[in-house]
Structures are given as C-alpha cells and as structure tokens.
C-alpha cells in the first residue's frame, strides 16, 4: 500500500540548487539529495563545492557542481544546460543565492544596491526564466523554490536594498505562479526568520542577537534543518495544489506585533 508520505520522495527527479556553497543553500541541497533527487549544487567557485559533492556521494546521493553567477545571463543559460546535459530533465530550482548589504540607508550605493538586487531578484528571475523555458521545451512542469525572507514581508532598518530585494522576490513568485500554473510549473517562495549560518552565528550568539531572540516567540533561532519540511512540501508532489504561496518559517517572529 502506499503512503502520503511517499509524495514527499524525489527519487529519479533532477534539482538545481544556487548558492549551494554555504549555509541554507548547502543544507537544502544535502535534504533534496536525502530525498532522492539527483542535485546540481551551483555557486560562483567550484572549489568551495568539493565537500558537499562528497558528503552527498556519500550518502549513494548523486551531486554535480557547476560554476554559477546568478547575475550573468550566459553564466545561468550555462549552467542550466550543464544541469540538463548531465543530469536529465530538471525538475525543481531551488533559487537559492542571496546576498546583503548592512549599512545605513543615506550611505548605500547605487554599486551597493545594484549588487543587492541584480543577486537577489534579477538573479532568481534569471534562473527561473531559464529553468521555466527549458521545463516548457520538454513539456513536463516543476516546482520552483524562491528564498525570500520575513524582510520580505515587513520592513527593518540598515538593510533597504535586501528588503527591497526581498519582497520583488515575494510578488514575482505570486506572478510566476499565476502565469506558468498552465505549464505545470509550481512557484512558491520561503521566508525565513532568523536562520543560524556560518555568516551569521556570531552576531546572533551576541548581545545584540540575544535580544532579537525574545521578539521570536518560539525563543530560538532557526537552523537550515528547520526549513526541511516546507522546502520538502514546495519541492515535491506533497505541494502538487500549492502554488504562488509564500510559507514564512520564523518561529513565529511575523505573528508577533
Ligand atoms: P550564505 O551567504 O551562506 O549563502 C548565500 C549563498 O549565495 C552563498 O553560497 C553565496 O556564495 C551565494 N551567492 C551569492 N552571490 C551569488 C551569485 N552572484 N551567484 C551565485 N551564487 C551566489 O547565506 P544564507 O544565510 O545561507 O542565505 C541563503 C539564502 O537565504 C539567501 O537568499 C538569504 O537572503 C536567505 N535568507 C537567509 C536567512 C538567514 O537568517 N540566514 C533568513 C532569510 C533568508
């Protein structure tokens, strides 16, 4: 017989996760390999990737690392080809890669902002647009998983460029959603909370993290491993009726007034 949870299996589907060097990006590539998908693990140094490829080859998982910028149109339409050439139809995005820029409003950029933003949302929009053309060619659908972030949905100060970033990401997943639906292509978005990484441990170990952890109401940061379930149901048949939704995974932070 067989079992709801089987819906969660990704055995013999084909993912590309971007930025998978570091933090959520490598722990969601290790949980979609664990589930049995053959995973293109992307980021802009190959050799940052050496590691991950071999703790999922560990695992009898199947992982190949390709070079990525997100923000070079040749760089995706690369990668993507690579991915397909490789690994056979690609069936989930996991857009992944992000970057911020902690400073205060009057001293950013237009550098500062571009970076920010051609990363965050034209970045993701690139790869969705060349993941998307190449699921229409074979005509067989997907899932597509944008990381946005609670700064997508409510504002904070001395990161304008990362909110900003954030909540295009939010609408465009709605968007997407609603035009590839006919395709077969699911768009949905996370948006975590506070996730302890490598980048952020110490500030969240400080005084000042601290603090922010009592306006959490579940008392914790997040680890990648917490955002498991939600990347499981968006990536896989589980979320086969969800699309254009935005799953907040903060410990409640955005409940909170
Ligand atoms: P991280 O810095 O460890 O990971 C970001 C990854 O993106 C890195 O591997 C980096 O090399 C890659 N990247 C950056 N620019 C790139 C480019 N041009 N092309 C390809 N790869 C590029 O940080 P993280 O905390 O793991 O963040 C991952 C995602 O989760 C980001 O989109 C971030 O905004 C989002 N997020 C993180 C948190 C958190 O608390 N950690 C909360 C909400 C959302």
Redesign the pocket.
């Known amino acids: 017989m067989s079992s709801p949870l089987d819906l969660f299996d990704l055995s013999g589907k084909a993912a590309i996760v ?9 722990h969601a590539a290790r949980t979609l390999a664990a589930a049995g998908a053959k995973v293109a693990i ?3 140094r190959l050799d940052a990737l050496v590691e991950l490829e071999r703790q999922i080859e560990a695992l009898d998982g199947r992982a190949l690392p390709l070079p ?4 070079d149109a040749a760089s995706v339409a690369d990668c993507v080809k690579a991915a397909e050439t490789e690994l056979g139809p690609i069936s989930i995005l996991v857009n ?5 820029d902690t400073k205060a409003a009057l001293e950013v950029t237009g550098d500062d902002w571009d970076r920010v933003v051609d ?2 949302l034209k ?1 993701a929009w690139l790869m969705a647009q060349a993941v998307a053309e190449h699921m229409t060619r074979l005509g067989h659908g997907g899932a597509i998983v944008n ?5 997508g949905l409510a504002g904070t100060g001395q990161v304008p460029a ?1 909110c900003a970033s ?1 909540v295009g990401l939010v609408n465009l997943t709605r968007a997407l959603a609603v035009e590839w639906a006919r395709q077969g292509i699911r768009v949905n978005a996370l ?5 302890e ?4 441990r110490d500030f969240l170990n400080s005084a000042a993290g601290e603090s922010l952890k009592k306006r959490v109401p579940l008392r914790r940061f997040g680890s ?1 491993d917490d955002l498991d379930g939600a990347l499981l149901l968006l990536a896989s048949e589980a979320g086969r009726y969800i699309t254009g939704s935005i799953i907040t995974v903060d410990g409640g932070q955005t409940a909170a007034l």
Request: positive net charge; charged residues 10%.
């Open positions: 971007t930025g998978a060097s570091s933090g959520i990006g490598r992307a980021a802009r990525l910028d997100v923000t992944n890669a992000g970057i911020a990363t965050n970045g990381m946005a972030s609670v700064l990362y954030k948006a975590p909370g506070y996730i990484t490598e980048i952020n990648p």
